[in-house]
């Protein structure tokens, strides 16, 4: 049986680099992820003073509970959407000017919920271009903290930003969400503030957030879940294929291994063990309507075998996946199409329906690491798919293609043993 060692969470590194870089002491990060994304986050904390020492299999991070240790700083962000979003925050708690900037891609991803939020806290912080995007300033001088209101209905992001500063304020943060997308992300964020000292309560729709800082520790990071749903839909896709991912089990932290549930209910036999999740392909993939709000990263992935299913696949909900590394919903129903099946598409709903197998063709990427991750898959059952920028991976999973192949190589040799 293929086993897929998959790389560290993208999610869990980035906000365990947060978490880290405010505790009091030497944290140790084991298996994080090196990425662009993560070696970018690792980056702008150097830019911002603090020390991180990296080994191939482990993290060192010295805290600074009172904030950045330089009084100026120029970050990049790059690609990313947690350095983008995050850092800022972080800064905010120290006393110096930061200014940061992103990629032209990063620049076109909206920010403004979270800089208003933080502008209502009284940190200075001005937008040098267009309102409510990179490249920005903060000019800090630590937060005192009180109330404030939070709309997260484009990005679990902004919430778990204003969480993860919340300890580090005078008076703590009691945080209005009037909405929320992606709700398991930010329970990962407040379980892994619990693993650092520090608790978070919820009274409806406000999350309050006590003083206090964090704690250094050892932090295990888990295998990526978003990443781990391209494997397997390729043992679903695959009749008698089968893989089994180590790390992610019934005590996972990262709610995108709820796609799984989704293959089962298409006809995938699925097995959540205690520290390891079983996919196998029963030779039948349904078609479904499905709610993705929740797990809406895995979205590409869906839509990606829904042309071999036997009806309608119905995507709904996933309006947040527009405001991506791109516009997600639109380039799964461009490259489908170029494919040369039939989608129909909404404000937020993708309909894929499967009739003449795909064609051979060139898919757009849009620079998106998911959409190239994703449409691999479909390669395995349509040949003849190639990419316009297959390196794009490099945020998320530099060996994506490598790996990818191998397993594949397994998965098939595996049904002619």
Same mark, same amino acid.
Request: proline letters at 7%; a negative charge.
């Given at each position: 049986?293929?086993?897929?060692?998959?790389?560290?969470s993208?999610?869990?590194?980035?906000?365990?680099?947060?978490?880290?870089?405010?505790?009091?002491?030497?944290?140790?990060?084991?298996?994080?992820?090196?990425?662009?994304?993560?070696?970018?986050?690792?980056?702008g904390?150097?830019?911002?003073?603090?020390?991180?020492?990296?080994?191939?299999?482990?993290?060192?991070?010295?805290?600074?509970?009172?904030?950045?240790?330089?009084?100026?700083?120029?970050?990049?962000?790059?690609?990313?959407?947690?350095?983008?979003?995050?850092?800022?925050?972080?800064?905010?708690?120290?006393?110096?000017?930061?200014?940061?900037?992103?990629?032209?891609q990063?620049?076109?991803?909206?920010?403004?919920?979270?800089?208003?939020?933080?502008?209502?806290?009284?940190?200075?912080?001005?937008?040098?271009? @267009?309102?409510?995007?990179?490249?920005?300033?903060?000019? $800090? &001088?630590?937060?005192? #903290? /009180? !109330? =404030? %209101?939070?709309?997260?209905?484009?990005?679990?992001?902004?919430?778990?930003?204003?969480?993860?500063?919340?300890?580090?304020?005078?008076?703590?943060?009691?945080?209005?969400?009037?909405?929320?997308?992606?709700?398991?992300?930010?329970?990962?964020?407040?379980?892994?503030?619990?693993?650092?000292?520090?608790?978070?309560?919820?009274?409806?729709?406000?999350?309050?957030?006590?003083?206090?800082?964090?704690?250094?520790?050892?932090?295990?990071?888990?295998?990526? @879940?978003?990443?781990?749903?391209?494997?397997?839909?390729? $043992? &679903?896709v695959?009749? #008698? /294929? !089968? =893989? %089994?991912?180590?790390?992610?089990?019934?005590?996972?932290?990262?709610?995108?291994?709820?796609?799984?549930?989704?293959?089962?209910?298409?006809?995938?036999?699925?097995?959540?063990?205690?520290?390891?999740t079983?996919?196998?392909?029963?030779?039948?993939?349904?078609?479904?309507?499905?709610?993705?709000?929740?797990?809406?990263?895995?979205m590409?992935?869906?839509?990606?075998?829904?042309?071999f299913?036997?009806?309608?696949?119905?995507?709904?909900?996933?309006?947040?996946?527009?405001?991506?590394?791109?516009?997600?919903?639109?380039a799964?129903?461009?490259?489908?199409?170029?494919?040369?099946?039939?989608?129909?598409?909404?404000?937020?709903?993708?309909?894929?329906?499967?009739?003449?197998?795909?064609?051979?063709?060139?898919?757009?990427?849009?620079?998106?690491?998911?959409?190239?991750?994703?449409f691999?898959?479909?390669?395995?059952?349509?040949?003849?798919?190639?990419?316009?920028?297959?390196?794009?991976?490099?945020?998320?999973?530099?060996?994506?293609?490598?790996?990818?192949?191998?397993?594949?190589?397994?998965?098939?040799?595996?049904?002619?043993?």
């Open positions: 049986m293929p086993v897929a060692h998959l790389p560290g993208k999610s869990l590194t980035a906000r365990a680099l947060f978490l880290a870089a405010a505790a009091d002491g030497v944290t140790t990060l084991v298996r994080p992820l090196r990425s662009d994304d993560t070696e970018g986050f690792a980056e904390l150097t830019r911002l003073g603090y020390r991180v020492g990296r080994t191939p299999d482990a993290w060192q991070i010295d805290g600074r509970p009172q904030g950045p240790a330089a009084k100026e700083a120029d970050v990049y962000c790059r690609d990313g959407a947690t350095t983008a979003r995050f850092l800022p925050a972080l800064a905010a708690t120290g006393h110096g000017t930061y200014r940061f900037d992103a990629s032209p990063m620049r076109r991803r909206p920010l403004l919920p979270l800089t208003r939020a933080l502008r209502d806290l009284g940190v200075d912080l001005r937008h040098e271009e @267009a309102e409510g995007h990179h490249p920005l300033t903060v000019r $800090a &001088a630590g937060v005192a #903290g /009180g !109330e =404030v %209101t939070l709309d997260a209905g484009q990005s679990s992001q902004y919430l778990t930003a204003l969480l993860l500063l919340g300890p580090l304020t005078r008076e703590g943060l009691r945080i209005r969400v009037t909405d929320l997308v992606s709700a398991p992300y930010v329970e990962i964020t407040v379980a892994m503030m619990r693993a650092f000292g520090a608790e978070v309560t919820r009274e409806g729709d406000v999350f309050v957030v006590p003083p206090g800082g964090y704690r250094a520790t050892t932090y295990p990071i888990e295998p990526d @879940a978003s990443t781990a749903s391209y494997f397997f839909a390729a $043992a &679903a695959t009749p #008698g /294929g !089968e =893989v %089994t991912v180590p790390g992610l089990g019934r005590g996972a932290l990262q709610g995108d291994l709820g796609f799984v549930e989704v293959l089962r209910r298409m006809g995938a036999d699925v097995t959540v063990g205690a520290d390891a079983t996919v196998r392909g029963t030779g039948e993939l349904r078609g479904l309507t499905v709610a993705m709000r929740d797990i809406s990263d895995t590409p992935t869906l839509a990606a075998i829904a042309p299913a036997t009806g309608p696949v119905r995507i709904e909900d996933v309006a947040n996946t527009r405001v991506k590394e791109c516009d997600r919903l639109e799964c129903a461009h490259n489908l199409r170029r494919l040369g099946v039939e989608v129909a598409t909404g404000p937020d709903w993708i309909e894929i329906r499967p009739g003449t197998p795909p064609a051979p063709a060139e898919i757009t990427s849009y620079g998106d690491h998911r959409v190239v991750m994703s691999a898959v479909t390669g395995l059952r349509a040949p003849g798919i190639s990419f316009d920028d297959p390196d794009c991976v490099r945020k998320t999973f530099p060996g994506f293609h490598r790996a990818f192949a191998e397993f594949a190589g397994r998965l098939t040799s595996g049904l002619e043993d």
